[in-house]
T-cell receptor, first 114, second 109 residues
């Protein structure tokens, strides 16, 4: 499968612990996006990168969240001091070009905070 | 602020019946709208976008700026159409998608 790859697929963690997710975009896609999806809701935008630059962050992204994309390839999303409200599916997507191009989604990482 | 509304959480139709999944949007700019679909145990994928004005898998959607709608239609539902459908609006200067809450389409035999 040469699509967007996310790891791990599932993560269960205790409240207060830190977690990190990884996203490998489609090769040569310069744009990478993170979305969060909770039960019964559509995906909500968190942040996006163009190459290695993080160009926009949603207000949903509290200071416990940090995302990086070193060298403009894979990206990591870290959540510090997890809370039960962080339980969600975290989706990564990538696209090529400027704007209005198709975003290809990964299968997501499901986080459960207990 | 931008918003996408999908009023139906679940739509159940019989095979061969027409399908219409409703989507309304609120946006002050020029709208760019998409339909994404998620089949069972698969990733979210693009179904169609309004600027291409094409039919994919028999589905069409017309942007109606007067009614601020982008309803998804198919004349004859097939069993393989059963999936979760999300309407999405491109915002933020073309940098992010605002999704609706989705409609689960169930096609019954």
């Amino acid at each position: 499968d040469t699509g967007v790859s996310q790891n791990p697929r599932h993560k269960i963690t205790k409240r207060g612990q830190n977690v990190t997710f990884r996203c490998d975009p489609i090769s040569e896609h310069n744009r990478l996006y993170w979305y969060r999806q909770t039960l019964g809701q559509g995906p909500e935008f968190l942040t996006y990168f163009q190459n290695e630059a993080q160009l926009e962050k949603s207000r949903l992204l509290s200071d416990r969240f940090s995302a990086e994309r070193p060298k403009g390839s894979f990206s990591t999303l870290e959540i510090q001091r997890t809370e039960q409200g962080d339980s969600a599916m975290y989706l990564c997507a990538s696209s090529w070009g400027q704007t209005d191009t198709e975003a290809f989604f990964g299968q997501g990482t499901r986080l459960t905070v207990v | 602020a931008q918003r996408v509304t999908q009023p139906e959480k679940l739509l159940s139709v019989f095979k061969g019946a027409p399908v219409e999944l409703k989507c309304n949007y609120s946006y002050s700019g020029s709208p760019e709208l998409f339909w994404y679909v998620q089949y069972s145990r698969q990733r979210l994928q693009l179904l169609l976008r309004h600027i291409s004005r094409e039919s994919i898998k028999g589905f069409t959607a017309d942007l109606n700026k007067g009614e601020t709608s982008f309803h998804l239609k198919k004349p004859f539902a097939q069993e393989e159409d059963s999936a979760m459908y999300y309407c999405a609006l491109l915002t933020g200067g073309g940098n992010k998608l605002t999704f609706g809450t989705g409609t689960q389409l169930k096609v019954e035999l």
